[in-house]
């Protein structure tokens, strides 16, 4: 078994939202530098936070006020897409991160998606539910959404590298969901969640009201992650040298209001 | 003068423009482009911002400045194509 990849793994860590940001950011840059091996972790969110895709406006993605009296922490991403808004007990976020030029990555980004959206896939299926592969880059079960999935590929250092970063609903509070985010210019009624109700699902609700376990839920995601990527995964921490440069996005990008309120 | 458009790209995403111009409506003062579509390096959109800037109102002009963006090889971009650019911001103009 000579010539099986080995990734580092991290173990599931809870933080709060610019933490999480800066870690994945610091990661990456130590791959572009050929510093640490690809990467995959499993991470939550304390407190519960709004995440933004890159491009998008935090004034008309978020309802701010909203957000500060229910204690919810604000942070715009690396990556483009959509706002997000991961509850602590809601969701489980994973990243993967890893060298552009790997030959086990598609330079095709649809099928690169598709590559590491199957490791979740593996993931729900070891749970019992039976999800599929949506292009652009979400997946599904039956017809309502379960993940969102978000990506971009940069070269901090030597080498372009692929993150791949997304979020698996564990359970779903669509009216907390909805009192945090804007959604358009509708009221939030009983009609629009019931709407939403029919386009987005939880683990929750496909298992019949069961909750999984959070520690079930990184198993799973690892073993899957494993399994599409043919990998073999190496348990370890952030270097000395990640840690530190994850400190420093967070004072200086992810927690602060320039960045955050940028567009 | 501030504009507004946008557009739910079919099969893709949201792509939205804020533009300012000045008072006589002849050139770009500033322009932004939000929404949840993908691109990368995500930081070049400041460069197409930039290149709209101070740009004359026209249609040919943006066109020029956007194709010639967008034929950057290192740019990649889901969910919105360059065409949807072009349009919101001809849109946001002509409102």
């Known amino acids: 078994m000579n010539n099986v990849d080995v990734w580092r793994v991290l173990d599931l860590e809870t933080n709060d939202c610019a933490t999480n940001m800066a870690i994945d950011e610091a990661i990456l840059f130590h791959i572009s530098e050929g510093k640490v091996p690809n990467t995959i972790r499993t991470y939550r969110w304390n407190p519960s936070a709004v995440s933004i895709g890159y491009f998008q406006s935090v004034y008309e993605e978020v309802n701010i006020e909203a957000c500060q009296s229910k204690s919810v ?58 999800a599929t592969f949506k292009p652009i880059n979400d997946i ?5 959404k379960i993940s969102g999935n978000a990506q971009t590929r940069r070269k901090p250092g030597k ?6 970063h997304g979020t698996i609903l564990r359970d779903l509070d669509i009216k907390k969901m909805f009192s945090v985010l804007r959604v358009s210019k509708e009221k939030i009624s009983d009609k629009l969640i019931e709407q939403v109700e029919q386009r987005v699902t939880s683990i929750r609700r496909e298992l019949g009201d069961k909750l999984v376990d959070f520690e079930t839920l990184k198993n799973s995601l690892e073993r899957g992650f494993s ?37 | 003068m501030k504009n507004k458009a946008e557009k739910k790209v ?15 409506m002849s050139k770009i003062v500033n322009v932004m482009f939000t929404g949840d579509f993908y691109m990368h390096p995500e930081e070049e959109i400041h460069t197409l ?24 090889e290192i740019i990649q971009i889901l969910g919105a194509s360059p065409e949807d650019f072009l349009e919101i911001l001809v849109t946001a103009l002509s409102g």
């Open chain 1, 227 to 263: 399994k599409t990527l043919s990998i073999q995964l190496e348990r370890s921490t952030l270097t000395e040298s990640e840690r530190k440069l994850a400190t420093e996005f967070k004072e200086k990008k992810y927690g602060a209001k320039d960045w955050v309120f940028k567009r």
């Open chain 2, 49 to 72: 911002e930039n290149s709209l800037k101070g740009t004359k109102i026209d249609e040919n002009e943006f066109k020029r400045i956007i194709t010639n963006f967008f034929e950057n």
């Open chain 1, 73 to 130: 922490d604000v942070v715009r991403r690396i990556t483009g897409g959509g706002a997000v808004y991961h509850d602590y007990e809601g969701e489980i976020t994973y990243s993967v991160l890893v060298r552009d030029n790997d030959p086990k990555i598609p330079k095709d980004i649809i099928k690169s998606y598709q590559l590491i959206c199957q490791g979740i896939i593996y993931a729900l299926a070891d749970i019992g539910i039976d």
């Open chain 1, 159 to 164: 080498d372009i590298v692929m993150l791949q």
């Open chain 1, 140 to 144: 599904i079960a039956g017809t309502k």
């Open chain 2, 10 to 24: 079919p099969g893709g995403k949201l792509i939205r423009v804020t533009v300012e111009t000045d008072v006589t």
